[in-house]
Antibody, heavy 117, light 107 residues
Framework: QVQLQQWGAGLVRPSETLSVTCAVS????????WTWIRQSPGKGLEWIGD???????NYNPSLTSRVTMSVDTSKNQFSLKLSSVTAADTAVYYC???????????WGQGTMVTVSS | EIVLTQSPGTLSLSPGERATLSCRAS???????LAWYQQKPGQTPRLLIF???SRATGIPDRFSGSGSGTDFTLTISRLEPGDFAVYYC?????????FGQGTKLEI
């Protein structure tokens, strides 16, 4: 069974870059789309984008100018970077994937990121 | 992008009653790629329904989904205490994939 374990800095200063990483265990890294979703009180759940094992990406147009996703196939990990953050980027960031339904049936535990000076 | 509007915002019911939650899309959802999630306080969302009407693994048959096109419904036939939570719909047929704002099911 695929499991996701994520981590990242919990406090980021305005204008800096947010970074979260997700490690995949229990499944094939090459078989899935690896997704980032965030949840903030003001905007609810928001799909940030996804990436394949080969590095092909699909970003939400609302964030595409600031988002970079990457994979490290040697470690079965994928990462999210969001640049030029503001208070509006304060949220719980989740990694997620689908193991057959095409919906998101596997989630990481979430990383709370606060943007504040 | 497809905007999903859920109604009602809050639904107040009692255990044993039937809950009907609505999700309306701003345009047709491709291929009935519509999912429902349950989220309890402090927990991650849990997939309940995918493909508009298929239950995810381990989800009891009290939960059912229906609909197509732009109108979708989640029905919980007999509410149990553990069902009181926030429910979100999500479309994953057209990028960017989008979520509804949620329906809070409260006692």
């Amino acid at each position: 069974q695929v499991q996701l374990q994520q981590w990242g800095a919990g406090l980021v200063r305005p204008s800096e870059t947010l970074s979260v990483t997700c490690a995949v265990s229990g499944g094939s890294f090459s078989d899935h789309y690896w997704t980032w979703i965030r949840q903030s009180p003001g905007k609810g759940l928001e799909w940030i984008g996804d990436i394949t094992h080969s590095g092909a990406t699909n970003y939400n147009p609302s964030l595409t100018s600031r988002v970079t996703m990457s994979v490290d196939t040697s470690k079965n990990q994928f990462s999210l970077k969001l640049s030029s953050v503001t208070a509006a980027d304060t949220a719980v960031y989740y990694c997620a994937t689908s193991v057959g339904s095409w919906a998101f049936d596997i989630w990481g535990q979430g990383t709370m990121v606060t943007v504040s000076s | 992008e497809i905007v999903l509007t859920q109604s009602p915002g809050t639904l107040s019911l009692s255990p044993g009653e039937r809950a009907t939650l609505s999700c309306r899309a701003s345009r047709r959802v491709t291929g009935t790629y519509l999912a429902w999630y349950q989220q309890k306080p402090g927990q991650t969302p849990r997939l309940l329904i995918f493909g508009a009407s298929s239950r995810a693994t381990g989800i009891p048959d009290r939960f059912s989904g229906s609909g197509s096109g732009t109108d979708f419904t989640l029905t919980i036939s007999r509410l149990e205490p553990g069902d009181f939570a926030v429910y979100y719909c999500q479309q994953y047929g057209s990028s960017p994939y989008t979520f509804g704002q949620g329906t809070k099911l409260e006692i």
